[in-house]
T-cell receptor, first 116, second 114 residues
Framework: GAGVSQSPRYKVAKRGQDVALRCDPI?????LFWYQQALGQGPEFLTY????????KSGLPSDRFFAERPEGSVSTLKIQRTQQEDSAVYLC??????????????FGPGTRLTVT | SQQGEEDPQALSIQEGENATMNCSYK?????LQWYRQNSGRGLVHLIL?????REKHSGRLRVTLDTSKKSSSLLITASRAADTASYFC??????????????FGQGTILTVHP
């Protein structure tokens, strides 16, 4: 596809449920980032992959959050035992640069997660 | 945590006027980027300015960077109703383990009235 895609676009989960959010980056992009955006705020960094290697997970808020990119393309962000404070938009972005390079990032439309 | 402050938080202007948004940040940076976000299209990259650059232009956009003051401004000239959106500055820090991750400001909500 031409851009970054994410699915589902909207997800409603009951508190305590597990959720999985998918990101399809631009083909050939080495770098993949996940961000969390709370209502009325700017996005905040969660984790970074260079190909299949997760090089930075310093932004993950708790051990309930887990991300993977096993073949260096599609990535999944999993949240276990969801809590109300996990309600946010989860954004995925990809970039052609590798680790240490600073290039523009291309963002997907996001997944809006609502935990009830 | 957010890198810094953007001001104003909200800006309302008439079509044809210029809009200026400011951004301040706290740490040494490799580059600073501006993004636009609206409900229809998500976050869209507008312009990237590196730490050794002072000014950059792209169409109706003009970005300045003052690393001594750790601040940047985005000027949109001859605004259009379609420019209505939230605008975010984002910094990529200097240093080898930053991996190019972005730290965003809180954003400025721009409304352009026809």
């Amino acid at each position: 596809g031409a851009g970054v895609s994410q699915s589902p676009r909207y997800k409603v989960a009951k508190r305590g449920q597990d959720v999985a959010l998918r990101c399809d980056p631009i083909s050939g992009h080495v770098s993949l980032f996940w961000y969390q955006q709370a209502l009325g705020q700017g996005p905040e960094f969660l984790t970074y992959f260079q190909n299949e290697a997760q090089l930075d997970k310093s932004g993950l808020p708790s051990d309930r959050f887990f991300a993977e990119r096993p073949e260096g393309s599609v990535s999944t962000l999993k949240i276990q035992r969801t809590q109300q404070e996990d309600s946010a938009v989860y954004l995925c972005a990809s970039s052609s640069g590798g680790a240490g390079a600073s290039y523009e990032q291309y963002f997907g439309p996001g997944t809006r997660l609502t935990v009830t | 945590s957010q890198q810094g402050e953007e001001d104003p938080q909200a800006l309302s202007i008439q079509e044809g006027e210029n809009a200026t948004m400011n951004c301040s940040y706290k740490t040494s940076i490799n580059n600073l980027q501006w993004y636009r976000q609206n409900s229809g299209r998500g976050l869209v990259h507008l312009i990237l300015i590196r730490s050794n650059e002072r000014e950059k232009h792209s169409g109706r956009l003009r970005v300045t960077l003052d690393t001594s003051k750790k601040s940047s401004s985005l000027l949109i000239t001859a605004s259009r109703a379609a420019d209505t959106a939230s605008y975010f500055c984002a910094t990529a820090n200097a240093g080898g383990t930053s991996y190019g991750k972005l730290t965003f400001g809180q954003g400025t909500i721009l409304t352009v009235h026809p």
